[in-house]
């Protein structure tokens, strides 16, 4: 018996990387009395991916609003490519890549507005192992204006914690929507 016990424990042991290794998925569904929604995400930590898609569903009228999400890990950092399609079709999209640098990182992207505008994408993050860090994001339209900055400093120094930061919005440019967690309309 106790022999037995000991062979399980090993082949446990032996099994559980080669189970954590591969693709996992997860679904996830909600019906409510004015909506459905069902989430399938899909994570494979040894190729690096992850991958979320999302679709609810208005029980009164049948709209539908749908979201996807794919990562890939890169050698230098990783790729994203987002989609949203709103339930009377217009869609966004917002596709980038974050490079690793030494001492922190880059981010270069594109985004596309339901109205068909296009925005360049563009930030850099470091630290330098005291403590200290620097962000800085921007936002240009296809003119070359920049219509989004925020810059933030966050720097230590004799127990004290100091972090600055400034954002400015070109007059007229709206603080972008958030995600409405509701049924769509």
Same mark, same amino acid.
């Given at each position: ?26 679904? &996830?569904?909600?019906?409510?009395? #004015?909506? !459905? ?21 208005? &029980? ?10 794919? +990562? ?17 079709? #217009? ?18 992207? !594109? ?5 068909? #505008? ?18 800085? %994001? +921007? ?6 204006? !920049? ?22 919005? &070109? %007059?007229?440019?709206? &603080?972008? +929507?958030?995600?409405?967690? +509701?049924?769509?309309?």
């Amino acid at each position: 018996m106790k022999s037995t016990l000991t062979f399980a424990a090993i082949a446990t042991f032996a099994v559980a990387p080669a189970a954590m290794a591969q693709e996992q998925t997860r679904t &996830k569904t909600f019906d409510g009395p #004015n909506a !459905t929604a069902t989430q399938t995400t899909t994570v494979d930590r040894e190729a690096g991916t992850f991958n979320r898609d999302r679709q609810v569903t208005n &029980k009164n009228n049948g709209n539908t609003a749908s979201g996807n999400l794919n +990562r890939q890990r890169t050698e230098t950092g990783a790729t994203v490519s987002r989609t949203q399609t709103g339930p009377q079709g #217009n869609s966004r999209t917002f596709n980038g890549e974050r490079i690793r640098t030494d001492n922190g990182s880059t981010f270069s992207g !594109t985004a596309t507005g339901r109205r068909g #505008n296009s925005f360049d994408v563009n930030g850099n993050r470091s630290r330098d192992g005291m403590g200290n860090s620097s962000a800085s %994001q +921007r936002v240009t339209n296809s003119s070359g204006e !920049t219509v989004y900055a925020r810059d933030r400093t966050t720097t230590r120094s004799n127990g004290r914690v100091n972090r600055s930061v400034s954002t400015s919005r &070109k %007059q007229g440019a709206r &603080k972008p +929507r958030r995600a409405n967690r +509701r049924a769509p309309r």
